[in-house]
Antibody
Framework: EVQLVESGGGLVKPGGSLRLSCEAS????????MNWVRQAPGRGLEWVSS????????FYADSVKGRFTISRDNAKNSLYLEMNSLRAEDTAIYYC???????????????WGQGNLVTVSS | DIVMTQSPATLSVSPGESATLSCRAS??????LAWFQQKPGQAPRLLIH???TRATGVPARFSGSGSGTEFTLTISSLQSEDFAVYYC??????????FGQGTKVEIK
């Protein structure tokens, strides 16, 4: 069974930093592209970032480019999102999401973690 | 970016009836469209990809259709567990994979 378990969320002040982690199990993590998708409270879904299986292809939404960094450690079956210069509008549930793509992500999100809330507030 | 527009925003349906949800893309996405179901407090779940292919374990009462810019998700004989918010998402122009704003299917 595919499982994605996020951790690292919480309350942070504007301008602060936070690192999200996602531990994967139940599939060959090193073969799949991965994504972060977020959902502001009571709002819709917004793709944030993607990374291919080897980490050689990385993409970001314009709203987070230059502030967020996605990475992965295939030896630890883990995905990360380093978030800096956080703003109130970054407040959201952040989901770790598997991409159906292997060598390259192509945006088909087939398995989702349970989500982790990040709140940016003074 | 491609804009995805879903209608209606809310659909009131009685259990056992069918529901038809619409999703329109601002430009052609061919058949690169997915549907997700999200229940309160839960993560989204992939229902349909490639416009009409059900994901693993999805009941046959869920069906998708369409191509280009117009898409439909039909839920036949709604069960209590089907009342949720449904999102469409295009992955033709990637990145970003843009989502619609959602349709809430509620009990009438």
């Amino acid at each position: 069974e595919v499982q994605l378990v996020e951790s690292g969320g919480g309350l942070v002040k504007p301008g602060g930093s936070l690192r999200l982690s996602c531990e994967a199990s139940g599939f060959s993590f090193s073969r799949y592209s991965m994504n972060w998708v977020r959902q502001a409270p009571g709002r819709g879904l917004e793709w944030v970032s993607s990374i291919n299986h080897s980490g050689s292809y990385i993409f970001y939404a314009d709203s987070v480019k230059g502030r967020f960094t996605i990475s992965r450690d295939n030896a630890k079956n883990s995905l990360y999102l380093e978030m800096n210069s956080l703003r109130a509008e970054d407040t959201a549930i952040y989901y770790c999401v598997r991409d159906n793509g292997l060598e390259y992500a192509y945006g088909l999100f087939d398995y989702w973690g349970q989500g982790n809330l990040v709140t940016v507030s003074s | 970016d491609i804009v995805m527009t879903q209608s209606p925003a809310t659909l009131s349906v009685s259990p056992g009836e069918s529901a038809t949800l619409s999703c329109r893309a601002s430009q052609s996405v061919h058949s690169n469209l997915a549907w997700f179901q999200q229940k309160p407090g839960q993560a989204p779940r992939l229902l349909i990809h490639a416009s009409s292919t059900r994901a693993t374990g999805v009941p046959a009462r869920f069906s998708g259709s369409g191509s280009g810019t117009e898409f439909t998700l039909t839920i036949s004989s709604l069960q209590s567990e089907d009342f949720a918010v449904y999102y469409c998402q295009q992955y033709n122009n990637w990145p970003p994979g843009t989502f619609g704003q959602g349709t809430k299917v509620e009990i009438k």
